[in-house]
C-alpha cells in the first residue's frame, strides 16, 4: 500500500501527479487537489475535457495550440435542442421556392 502525499490514505493504486511526481489518491490526483508545486504548468496547458486523463505535456493532444480550422463565424451550439423555428421557415422557403418553380414553369393556378 502506498499513502497519498497529501492526505495520508491509503490507496492501492497510487496516482503519480506529472506535475510534482508525487503519489496521490483518487480524490487528491488533480494539481487543484494537493496544492501541487507544479500547478503553474498545468494551468497553461489547454485543459482536456472532464473526464479524460490528462497526459504528458507535448502528447498527441488533438487541440495543440494552432487552430489550422477556420471558425465559421455565428456556430451556435444548440444541445440536443431542435431549432423549429429555422425548419419551419426553411420548409417555407422551399414551398415558395416550389411554388415561384411552378409560376415560373407556365402553371396556371385555376
Ligand atoms: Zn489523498
Ligand atoms: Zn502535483
Redesign the pocket.
Known sequence: MTR?D??G?ETALPYTCQHCGGK??A??RLPPNHACTGIGSWNRKPRPAVGMNYSRGGGVTATGGGGAEPRRGTVKKAAGEIPYLKITALIIVVILLGLAWLVHSGYRFG
Request: aromatic share 12%.
Open positions: 497519498c497529501h492526505c490514505n496521490f489518491c480524490d487528491c
